[in-house]
């Protein structure tokens, strides 16, 4: 079985500044790796995924992941947050084969200007 | 190319009735999923279908769930009897169905959030 474990619940910061959301997870097999973002009201959006290849991975509004093996982990970044990042955002993860996603519980982003 | 479609966004209902929650697929997708969100928590699997057929039940609750998914129209998840404890949000997720890597990317509806009074 797998587990994911977002270590924050809650994450304030200031306009512009860097920002990262830990993710971590268990699994006795290969995993596919994503991050969605769900904003007040909505549904989840795929902001990025890791499937092969660079373990760094980017999305088009400048949040960037790095999969990391040996350590489990799966932490998203963004040097420099902008009021409209305010969301909550969901670690999930996908076992080779299998088709259900298991997410984290959240991590709630709030941006004060 | 219309997204993954979910109707009734918000759903009442008194304790003792049926709740029916509709998702239709993305256009070429035949891989569905529903999903349930409980306040405050991250978002827990219940079933993956595929046309006619139920996939992983895995994550449904024993009594009073169950899903289909058939041959036309949309996928429904239909809920007996509710309780209080059924008060959630239910999100539907769709994937195409050729490439390993593809069937594993799920775009996601808008939800819908079922109230029970």
């Known amino acids: 079985a797998q587990s994911v474990t977002q270590l924050d619940s809650q994450v304030p910061v200031f306009e512009e500044a860097p920002v990262e959301l830990r993710c971590n997870y268990s699994?006795?097999?290969?995993?596919?790796l994503f991050w969605y973002v769900q904003y007040p009201n909505q549904g989840l959006q795929l902001l990025l995924k890791?499937?092969?290849?660079?373990?760094l991975v980017e999305s088009i509004n400048g949040f960037e992941a790095e999969f990391n093996k040996s350590q489990t982990s799966f932490h998203l970044r963004k040097p420099s947050v902008h009021i409209s990042d305010t969301a909550e955002y969901f670690c999930?993860?996908?076992?080779?084969?299998?088709?259900?996603?298991?997410f984290g519980q959240g991590t709630r982003l709030t941006i004060n200007p | 190319n219309a997204g993954v479609m979910q109707n009734p966004r918000h759903l009442v209902r008194r304790r003792g009735q049926e709740a029916r929650l509709r998702c239709s697929p993305m256009k070429g997708h035949s891989h569905v999923y529903w999903y349930r969100q409980l306040p405050e928590e991250g978002l827990k699997f219940m079933v993956y279908?595929?046309?006619?057929?139920?996939?992983?039940e895995s994550g449904m609750p024993k009594e009073r769930f169950s899903a289909e998914f058939p041959k036309e129209g949309p996928s429904i998840l239909r809920i007996q009897q509710v309780v209080r404890g059924d008060s959630a949000a239910y999100f539907c997720?769709?994937?195409?169905?050729?490439?390993?890597?593809?069937?594993?990317?799920?775009?996601f509806g808008a939800g819908t959030r079922l109230s029970v009074l």
């Open positions: 997720a769709s994937s195409p169905s050729t490439g390993v890597a593809a069937k594993n990317i799920q775009y």
């Open positions: 699994s006795s097999v290969s995993v596919y």
């Open positions: 999930a993860v996908t076992p080779f084969g299998a088709q259900k996603l298991v």
């Open positions: 890791y499937l092969s290849g660079s373990t």
């Open positions: 279908l595929q046309k006619e057929n139920i996939i992983d």
